[in-house]
């Protein structure tokens, strides 16, 4: 039995499942077809979309787009960089590998919607059954999170070895050394200064990228994170604004930080308790409202390895339950480069920012941006500033 209905003068019938045509005195009868184009219905308060369950098929290369209704094709290129005075130039890459990244699984908070925020989590090894990772509202002042603790291993979320888990598969960091860009595995060619200190973005510092992320209707999602070593997310949006924040917007708000120390405040660097935002995939449900917001996802590196990565999900908290107690299996422990279950849920991940040739971004300064000579418009949104152009086509 299907969701929406319109009535043929005879019987109430589902649009999804027949031909739905209006007529237009100048363009004459059309197609109004929810799976190739966005149509909406009125609820009494909201326009909200029509989903007729599945996904359409898109050509090789492009990806639907659950908001426009389309499958988009958007390629990015490194613009040309002017840089100010102080200004270092790095390159994101891939970030470190490891099989203790999400080696304990994945953690499935409840619903963080009308919680105060910012939600800090940090070590406490002395408060069980919270610890030793707690997570608690109002800046780690208020009260724990409480998550799913009956979640089976699924090795979609679990670490394996250093290339399943999600933060293996999406987390990023920058680099750069004397001769060009190098990532991490590769030999710095400079072994003077050593690879730490040519080749990453500096260490406790943050790396901070910042991307526009646009939901198709208003409900429950789920946003998650990991890094290492410690991991912070806002959002500046002109129609989210969950503590009612005073003036005209967009209005930021600091979601969730994950400290990587022992207390509710950020720490300093380098102290005990560092491992924990890396060894979980912390997933948050969260309603968003329909539109367009931007994340700002920053990560920082006490040492050694480093990485972070985020992601969201177009799934609410029972449906990731559901999706989290199926055992599907995960390709990519044998090919990395596989899509894996979890690929059609996926509105968001920071692996997107992962190109060849690599994206520059800028530490310390100023810089200037230029797409001339290169192609394509400059724009903010996909973490960096890139060049992109976007190509567009109805699905299948």
């Known amino acids: 039995m299907g ?3 319109v009535f043929d003068g005879t019987n109430w019938v589902d649009i999804c499942d027949c031909a739905l045509n209006v007529f237009h005195p ?10 190739n184009c966005v149509v909406k219905y009125f609820d009494g308060t909201t326009w909200c979309p029509i989903n007729c369950g599945g996904l359409c098929t ?3 290369g492009y990806v639907f787009n659950p908001g426009s209704g389309l499958c988009e094709q958007v390629t990015l290129l490194p613009p040309s960089v002017t840089l100010g005075v102080g200004s270092t130039l790095y390159y994101i890459g891939n970030g470190e590998t490891e099989s203790v990244y999400g080696s304990n699984g994945a953690r499935l908070y409840e619903d963080i919607s009308l919680k105060q925020f910012p939600i800090n989590g940090y070590t406490d090894n002395s408060a069980p059954p919270s ?7 109002n800046a780690g002042t208020g009260t724990d999170l409480t998550y799913n603790t009956s979640i089976p291993t699924n090795l979609i979320f679990k670490a394996t070895n250093n290339v399943s888990g999600r933060l ?7 680099g750069l050394c004397s001769t060009g860009p190098i990532f991490f595995g590769d030999v710095c060619p400079n072994p003077n200064p050593p690879f730490e200190t040519c080749c990453k ?14 939901v198709p209707e208003t409900k429950q999602y789920i946003f998650a994170m990991a890094g290492d070593n410690q991991i912070r997310a806002s959002i500046r949006s002109t129609i989210y604004n969950p503590q009612s924040q005073a003036g005209p917007g967009p209005w930021t708000t600091n979601l969730v930080n994950l400290w990587g120390g022992t207390t509710p405040s950020q720490p300093p660097s380098g102290i005990s308790g ?3 935002p890396f060894r979980f995939w912390f997933m948050f449900p969260i309603t968003l409202p329909a539109g367009t917001h931007t994340f700002i996802l920053e990560g920082m590196n006490f040492g050694q390895s480093a990485t972070f990565g985020a992601e969201i999900y177009n799934l609410d908290y029972a449906q990731m339950l559901t999706f989290i107690n199926t055992p599907y299996p995960d390709p990519s422990i044998l090919v990395p480069t596989a899509p894996n279950a979890l690929t059609p849920y996926i509105l968001f991940s920071t ?9 520059p971004i800028v530490y310390g300064g100023t810089a200037t941006y230029s797409c001339s000579g290169v192609g394509g418009e400059l724009n903010t949104c996909y973490g960096v500033p890139a060049c992109v152009t976007l190509q567009t086509t109805p699905c299948n």
Do not use: H, M
């Not at 610890?131 to 509202?137: H, L, S, T």
């Open 3 to 5: 969701t929406y209905k």
């Open 26 to 35: 100048v363009q004459g009868w059309t197609d109004i077809n929810p799976s």
């Open 58 to 60: 898109c050509p090789d």
């Open 131 to 137: 610890g030793p990772y707690r997570v608690r509202e």
């Open 168 to 174: 293996n598969k999406c987390g990023l960091w920058a």
């Open 201 to 214: 973005w500096p260490t406790n510092q943050w790396l901070k990228t910042e991307f526009c992320v646009t």
């Open 274 to 276: 560092q491992v924990w």
């Open 351 to 359: 692996q997107q920012l992962i190109l060849d040739p690599k994206l």
